[in-house]
């Protein structure tokens, strides 16, 4: 049992070019998130998907794009990077059986990205 | 509008030495409330967390928080640190609306004295 599993583990981009952040959990769980993290400034939801087939934009999603490719797997695109997106990017998953914010999320963990 | 607030960016404490890490939160209703820990280069690994019952929760690693609704805090202690606990904690507050969701604080970063 994996958990949450994310690739790659780190990457160094240049300015303008564009790559994706591959998650994927094991757990069977609906929904799934991505978070950055910064210095000081704890994690910011970029995007999330509360079931499959769902997606929905967070505290900071200018500049992402993300895609619920089945129950297990949820993708963040950068399409083209800019250095204010050096951060570490995390992504996470829960099963919100009590609905609303009751779940437990489980993190990945993750990927450390650079843009020169 | 919900928000989380950490007072302590760092703290010191030495091996041995009781811990509390501070967490304020601001939220309309009833909050669902988490303590998360990362450690260097590592993912957030849930410590505990409170629903609704008992305001004393024990996670974890032997920590506990205690849920104050008058003083809308939700502060972690631990009795006697172990330098393994060097690390960030953060606290997070769950939203009970239509998205699910945590906010999360800035973190505090434990430093642990040999």
């Known amino acids: 049992n ?10 160094v981009l240049k300015t303008g070019q564009s790559m994706t952040l591959q998650c994927a959990q094991d757990m069977n769980h609906n929904s ?7 210095p000081g400034m704890g994690l910011r939801l970029i995007y999330y998907s509360a ?27 950068l399409e083209s990077a800019a250095p204010s997106q050096t951060s570490v990017y995390f992504c996470a998953s829960s099963d919100p059986r009590g609905g609303g914010g009751s779940d437990t999320q489980y993190f990945g963990p993750g990927t450390r990205l650079t843009v020169l | 509008a919900q928000s989380v607030t950490q007072p302590d960016i760092h703290i010191t404490v030495s091996e041995g030495a009781s811990l509390e890490l501070r967490c304020n939160y601001s939220y309309g209703a009833t909050p669902y ?18 629903f609704s019952g008992d305001t004393l929760v024990q996670g974890i690693k032997g920590f506990e928080a205690e849920f104050k609704r008058s003083q809308s805090s939700f502060n972690l ?35 642990v004295r040999p």
């Open chain 1, 2 to 11: 994996a958990g949450v599993t994310q690739t790659p583990k780190f990457q």
């Open chain 2, 33 to 50: 409330l988490f303590w998360y820990v990362q450690s260097p280069g590592q993912g957030l690994q849930l410590l505990l967390k409170y």
């Open chain 1, 51 to 77: 079931s499959e087939g769902t997606t929905d934009k967070g505290e900071v999603p200018n500049g992402y794009n993300v895609s619920r490719l089945n129950k297990r797997e949820f993708s963040l695109r």
């Open chain 2, 77 to 111: 202690r631990k009795p006697s640190v172990h330098w393994s606990d060097a690390a960030e904690y953060f606290c997070a507050v769950g939203r009970m609306d239509s998205s699910y969701k945590l906010i999360f604080g800035s973190g505090t970063r434990l430093l």
């Open chain 1, 32 to 38: 799934m998130y991505w978070y950055r993290q910064d």
